[in-house]
Nanobody, 125 residues
Framework: QVQLVESGGGLVQVGGSLRLSCAHSGRTFSNYAMGWFRQAPGKGREFVAA????????LYADSVKGRFTVSRDNAENTVYLQMNSLEPEDTAIYYC??????????????????WGQGTQVTVSS
C-alpha cells in the first residue's frame, strides 16, 4: 500500500509563491508517475500537473502553465509543486496522487491509484 502526505500549504498574498511537497511511502517511488490536483470550494477536482517516474516528462493544465513547476526527488521519495505568481483562483485544497507503471501521463483523476489527504492553499487579495 502507498501512503501520500502533502505539506507546504498556507495563506499567501496575490503574486506570492508556495512550494508544496508530497512524501511517498510504502512502495518503490520510482515506479510511480505523480500528479497534482486541486479542488476549490463548490467545484470539482481539477488537474494541475503531472510528472513521470524519472522527471523527464511533465504535463500541466493551461491555467497554471508558466507559473507552476512540478519536480521530484526519487532519492527523497518526494514530489514537489512550486507555485509562483499565485492568483485568488488558485485557492483550493491541493492533492497529490500516484499512478503505477505508466508510460503516458494523464490528466484524468480516475486513472490515479493513490491519493493524499490534501493541503489547503489560500491566496488572498
Amino acid at each position: 500500500q502507498v501512503q501520500l502526505v502533502e505539506s507546504g500549504g498556507g495563506l499567501v498574498q496575490v503574486g506570492g509563491s508556495l512550494r508544496l511537497s508530497c512524501a511517498h511511502s510504502g512502495r518503490t517511488f520510482s515506479n510511480y508517475a505523480m500528479g497534482w490536483f486541486r479542488q476549490a470550494p463548490g467545484k470539482g477536482r481539477e488537474f494541475v500537473a503531472a510528472i513521470n517516474w524519472s522527471g523527464s516528462s511533465t504535463l500541466y493544465a493551461d491555467s497554471v502553465k508558466g507559473r507552476f513547476t512540478v519536480s521530484r526527488d526519487n532519492a527523497e521519495n518526494t514530489v514537489y509543486l512550486q507555485m509562483n505568481s499565485l492568483e485568488p483562483e488558485d485557492t483550493a485544497i491541493y492533492y497529490c496522487a500516484a499512478r503505477e507503471f505508466v508510460l503516458k501521463l494523464t490528466m484524468r483523476d480516475d486513472e490515479y491509484d493513490y491519493w493524499g489527504q490534501g493541503t489547503q492553499v489560500t491566496v488572498s487579495s
